[in-house]
């Protein structure tokens, strides 16, 4: 451990990333007598997408003290009650990934078990009819959970389609009124200290030196601390997750707002629509060695709904991540950090895993080898995990309708990924770690709708006979759909939410 207490925080970057930490430090370090500054620079810009989150942004947003209804009202967003993904397993094939589970447990078992025992007799319900988010979700409607274990209302969890530039400029607000300084311009030098080889002070163009004895690097993909200037290695995973550029093209939105987002399959990637309250964020993402940028603004415009708003935003990234977060006395957080497509909506929630991480290990009596390195060894799991977790998309499919999808289905995949399915495929079998960001639901969401399907179930399940165990699940699809039935269409809940906030739209 070094004697240097930290008396100050420079944050590099000002899109979501940057915002973000400069909201959760306002709040929980600030205080405790910690200069907060941000620099960030108009003429550079953000990256300007993401739209699409997962359930744990509300703990974030509480966390800060934020209402549901102003955050709705103030970044345009919607409800989110899981991803629909169209002709991954086989082209015309869809499923939806719900957050909520599906069933209830019985005999102390996995809901799965007797689902798939049900399927070995010939049932040809899919997983979706037991899952109270499908089943709202495909009627297009929306409510939050209630609070009674025994309703299957209780099963509603849910996240949201939000524009990210809003949400970074109300957080803005909140930074800012609790005393983070900003700074626009852009950082032209950054000076090292000769001893140790730590960050002391960032320069501005045309501006200030500012000296600080932490150093957040938010600067994006350019990792302008991180990588440009400690040389922090990055891991390039293009060899399991091959897509690295992305065409965002927003246009104008729909009649009605689905509660979920879509992911479509494409000859060289897939799709995106998120749909928010004013308009439908599209985009595809796809590999460079498979398709040319040509070519798949053509695949984009040809496949959007409705008229587009704004010309195309071509982005290239390389998914993967740094080796190490935290070096010295700098930690990387956003895009700097490392990168997942957008497939299952994680950066943001990566984001989050890094702001609360700093706040738990804020080294406020200096900064410790042993913290950094439990901090390092936090976000490569989180990373390492998605990757796993995304990777199953690609590798579990029938398609073979392009170059794109016989490399993604015949590839060798990493060792965790495939014990996970092997076990799976055995005997339905699936063991979550605590505190896994993806759960039973998700996994089986994924491989039961990517046509990975269990040759055997677990004992317990026979201990229904088969006609109450027909009755009990006939019981369990009537008792969802009905739910599903009452609840208020999405835009109509939408509408009840604006009517709570206080921050009505539109942003000073
Ligand atoms: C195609 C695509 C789709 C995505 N979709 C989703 C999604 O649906 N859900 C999700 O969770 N995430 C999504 N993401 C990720 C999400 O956009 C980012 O995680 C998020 O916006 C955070 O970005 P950032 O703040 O790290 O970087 P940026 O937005 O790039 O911000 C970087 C900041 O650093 C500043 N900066 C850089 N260099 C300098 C300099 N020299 N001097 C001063 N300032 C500087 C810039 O001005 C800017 O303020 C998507 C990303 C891509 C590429």
Same mark, same amino acid.
């Given at each position: 451990m070094t004697s240097n207490r930290i008396f100050s925080v420079v944050i590099a970057g000002g899109g979501t990333a940057g915002w973000m930490t400069a909201a959760a430090l306002s709040k929980f370090i600030l205080p405790a007598g910690v200069r907060v500054e941000l620099i960030e620079s108009d003429a550079i810009g953000t990256v300007g997408v993401?739209?699409?989150?997962?359930?744990?942004?509300?703990?974030?947003? /509480? &966390?800060?003290?934020?209402?549901?209804?102003?955050?709705?009202?103030? +970044?345009?967003?919607?409800y989110k009650l899981g991803i629909e993904f169209v002709d991954w397993g086989a082209i015309g094939? $869809?499923?939806?990934?719900?957050?909520?589970?599906?069933?209830?447990?019985?005999?102390?078992?996995?809901?799965?078990?007797?689902?798939?025992?049900?399927?070995?007799?010939?049932?040809?319900?899919?997983?979706?009819?037991?899952? &109270?988010?499908?089943?709202?979700?495909?009627?297009?409607?929306?409510?939050?959970?209630?609070?009674?274990?025994?309703?299957?209302?209780?099963? &509603?969890?849910?996240?949201?389609?939000?524009?990210?530039?809003?949400?970074?400029?109300?957080? $803005?607000?909140?930074?800012?009124?609790?005393?983070?300084?900003?700074?626009?311009?852009?950082?032209? +030098?950054?000076e090292r200290d000769g001893e140790r080889g730590a960050i002391r002070a960032l320069g501005i163009d045309d501006g200030p030196r500012l000296e600080a004895d932490l150093f957040v690097d938010c600067t994006g993909f350019r990792g302008l601390l991180i990588g440009q200037e400690l040389g922090v290695a990055y891991q390039d995973w293009r060899e399991w997750l091959p897509c690295d550029r992305?065409?965002?093209?927003?246009?104008?939105?729909?009649?009605?707002?689905?509660?979920? +987002?879509?992911?479509?399959?494409?000859?060289?990637?897939?799709?995106?629509?998120?749909?928010?309250?004013?308009?439908?964020?599209?985009?595809?993402?796809?590999?460079?060695?498979?398709?040319?940028?040509? /070519?798949?603004?053509d695949v984009l415009t040809?496949?959007?709904?409705?008229?587009?708003?704004?010309?195309?935003?071509?982005?290239?990234? *390389?998914?993967?991540?740094?080796?190490?977060?935290?070096?010295k006395n700098c930690v990387a957080i956003g895009l700097s950090s490392g990168f997942l497509e957008p497939l299952e909506s994680t950066s943001i929630h990566l984001i989050q895993e890094g702001v609360s991480k700093l706040l738990a290990l804020f080294p406020r009596h200096g900064?410790?080898? /042993?913290?950094?390195?439990?901090? %390092?060894?936090? &976000?490569?799991?989180?990373?390492?995990?998605?990757?796993?977790?995304?990777?199953?998309?690609?590798?579990?499919? $029938?398609? %073979?309708?392009?170059?794109?999808?016989?490399?993604?289905? *015949?590839?060798?995949?990493?060792?965790?990924l495939s014990q996970t399915l092997e076990l799976f495929r055995e005997n339905g079998r699936f063991f979550a770690h605590k505190g896994d960001l993806f759960t039973l639901t998700s996994w089986l969401a994924v491989m039961v709708g990517q046509g990975i399907l269990p040759k055997a179930y677990s004992p317990v399940a026979d201990s229904?006979?088969?006609?109450?165990?027909?009755?009990?699940?006939?019981?369990? $699809?009537?008792?969802?759909?009905?739910?599903?039935?009452k609840m208020p269409p999405h835009d109509a809940f939408i509408k009840h939410v604006l009517g709570k906030a206080e921050t009505q739209g539109e942003l000073a």
């Open positions: 993401g739209e699409a989150s997962i359930p744990g942004i509300a703990d974030f947003n /509480r &966390m800060l003290g934020i209402t549901e209804p102003d955050f709705i009202a103030a +970044t345009r967003g919607s094939e $869809r499923y939806l990934h719900p957050f909520g589970d599906y069933g209830f447990p019985m005999q102390g078992e996995d809901f799965h078990h007797f689902w798939n025992r049900a399927r070995l007799l010939g049932e040809d319900h899919a997983l979706e009819a037991y899952s &109270m988010c499908c089943m709202a979700a495909r009627a297009g409607k929306f409510m939050l959970p209630v609070n009674d274990p025994q309703s299957p209302v209780s099963q &509603m969890r849910h996240a949201y389609h939000f524009d990210a530039g809003l949400y970074a400029r109300f957080l $803005r607000q909140y930074a800012e009124a609790r005393g983070v300084v900003r700074h626009e311009g852009r950082i032209a +030098t950054v992305a065409i965002a093209l927003p246009s104008e939105r729909d009649e009605t707002t689905p509660p979920y +987002t879509r992911a479509t399959a494409r000859e060289a990637g897939w799709q995106w629509r998120i749909p928010l309250q004013h308009r439908v964020g599209n985009g595809y993402v796809y590999s460079s060695a498979h398709t040319d940028d040509e /070519r798949a603004l040809r496949n959007i709904e409705g008229t587009p708003l704004a010309e195309p935003n071509h982005l290239r990234f *390389t998914p993967g991540r740094r080796d190490r977060f935290w070096e900064i410790s080898a /042993r913290e950094t390195a439990r901090y %390092n060894a936090i &976000m490569a799991d989180s990373f390492d995990y998605i990757r796993d977790f995304l990777i199953l998309h690609y590798n579990a499919t $029938r398609r %073979n309708d392009s170059a794109f999808w016989d490399h993604v289905r *015949t590839m060798q995949i990493p060792d965790s229904l006979a088969s006609d109450e165990l027909a009755r009990t699940l006939r019981d369990m $699809r009537e008792t969802y759909a009905m739910a599903a039935s």
